[in-house]
């Protein structure tokens, strides 16, 4: 049901439209009269914290009113959730629920319950992700992620992923960061191919393959894809490869350095992972294409 401020609004637009009376109006729409004539002691005290609660609910259109919150104290608003919670529901502006999901039960060997990672750089995980550029061909996405720090390590993305090009990536990534001590995945094809798994043995760690039909082992790439789908994916539109792999990059840049995670106590993942002990941390720099990037503002 819409608020006072949704059925003043409706009121004034019956008196101009239908040229009724006001208590016409606010019979037919239920709205009290004294509601209807309340003017609001300080109706200029709101307008600057509203304007940049709708400009984040723009640019963050998934984050809902918690997580505006959490973006607003980082420009520095000294501001208290409930307020925000009052003007966003003042405002109308709302995050599209999602069905209840299914409570996760029992747990494998290799599932992130029994192999919880401890520190950085520990337990990676990754998985695929599917979508298509505008003329309908087709996208495969391959993030990986560090459970502990919950860094975007990295986004790749191709028309086709193969065992090799996993193996590739996975190279990249152990030649920047050195080796974890596990990975994570599910039994895709990809995954549980020879090539990678002669691999990450030649390399040292191990593989953790969860069970077949339960993604909860292995929640937090799929809370990540489920957030990576939410926020970007269907935000965007791909004309070609090349723009989905520079909007990716940004994407990952941004998801790093500047997206707050209530989960690291409102740090970004990288403000988390500057303050965990790393024999091997690369530089990390904004993307080459990106020269407009807003630079991340540090807590």
Partial sequence: ????????????????????????????????????????????????????????????????????????????????????????????LKVPAHPARKRARGSAENSMQRHAATRINQVWTYDFVHDQTDDGGRLKWLPIVDEYSRELLSIEVARSITAEDVVRDLERLVRERGATEFIRSDNGPEFVARAVRDWIEAKGFKTCFIEPGSPWQNAYIESFNSRFRDEFLNLEVFGSLLEAKMLGEEHRYKYNHQRPHSSLGDLTPAEFASRCPSPLRPPVMPPKDSANQPQPQLS
């Avoid at 003043?8 to 109006?25: I, M, W």
């Avoid at 309340?38 to 600057?48: A, G, N, T």
């Avoid at 609910?57 to 307020?83: C, D, F, H, I, M």
Wanted: overall charge positive; some cysteine; aromatic content about 6%.
């Fill in 1 to 92: 049901m819409v608020g006072p401020e949704r059925r003043r609004d409706a009121v004034g637009h019956l008196c101009r439209v239908f040229e009724v009376g006001e208590r016409r109006a606010c019979r037919v729409i239920g709205q009290p009269r004294n509601t209807q004539r309340y003017e609001r002691k300080q109706p200029m005290k709101d307008r600057s914290l509203t304007a940049d609660i709708h400009r984040l609910a723009r640019s963050e259109p998934r984050a809902g009113y918690r997580g505006v919150t959490r973006l607003l104290r980082r420009e520095g608003w000294q501001v208290n959730e409930k307020r925000v919670h009052r003007i966003w529901k003042q405002e109308g």
